[in-house]
């Protein structure tokens, strides 16, 4: 079975500070996919970043960089000089590779981040 | 806008009365999926369309909700006889190669 968990509930920090969201999963697969979405008070899920799991190169956009480490299960996430407008709900997801048909995505239970001006 | 949309953005009802939502994907994606989110907690799958066909059912999916997707484009999801616990915000997805795309969600509460 498929487990995604993010361990922060919440975090705050105040504006320019950086700010790390761990993630760590569970999947019997040897390939599979993945996420970082970011929800804010709107509601909409908004896609960030898919990392397939056989490129552990970390990424770079922006003031946002994640970090794969295949050995200890975990995709984290860092926002670099957090803004007032970063505050969201962040949730990590994990599915199979799947591109024919359905494509099962299991969340975390998200990290709230708050930051304060 | 070309993302995907859903409508109502809110709804209240009373218990016991029907609602249903609506869901427009992206163009042109021939995937879509329904999900559940309560407060605290992640989304949570409901039901899976490729094309006009219902391919894939959750337990959560209780036969007071039925969803449809007629010609493959839009997508509806219906609840009956609604329950204060079907309280959440209702989201639906259309999928591109391998990610998801998600809207901004319907919100019920179910008084």
């Known amino acids: 079975a498929q487990k995604v968990t993010q361990a922060q509930t919440e975090i705050s920090v105040v504006e320019k500070e950086d700010v790390t969201l761990d993630c760590v999963y569970e999947t019997r697969d040897t390939t599979y996919y993945l996420f970082w979405y970011k929800q804010p008070p709107s509601g909409e899920l908004v896609f960030l970043i898919r990392?397939?799991?056989?490129?552990?190169q970390n990424e770079i956009s922006g003031r946002y960089s994640w970090n794969f480490q295949k050995s200890t299960s975990s995709f984290n996430f860092t926002i670099t000089a957090s803004q007032v407008v970063d505050s969201a709900v962040y949730f990590c997801?994990?599915?199979?590779?799947?591109?024919?048909?359905?494509?099962?995505?299991?969340f975390g239970t998200g990290t709230k981040l708050q930051v304060i001006p | 806008d070309t993302g995907v949309s859903q409508n109502p953005r809110h709804k209240i009802t009373k218990r016991g009365q029907n609602v249903t939502f609506r869901c427009d994907p992206i163009?042109?994606?021939?995937?879509l999926y329904w999900y559940r989110q309560t407060l605290g907690q992640g989304p949570e799958f409901l039901t899976y369309f490729q094309n006009e066909a219902q391919l894939e059912k959750s337990r959560l999916l209780s036969d007071r909700f039925s969803a449809e997707r007629p010609k493959g484009s839009f997508s509806t999801l219906e609840i009956q006889r609604t329950e204060q616990g079907d309280s959440a915000m209702y989201l639906c997805?259309?999928?591109?190669?391998?990610?998801?795309?998600f809207g901004p969600g319907t919100r019920l509460t179910v008084l």
């Open positions: 990392r397939n799991s056989f490129d552990e």
């Open positions: 997801a994990l599915s199979e590779v799947n591109s024919g048909g359905y494509q099962k995505v299991t």
């Open positions: 997805a259309s999928r591109h190669t391998d990610t998801q795309y």
């Open positions: 163009s042109e994606h021939n995937r």
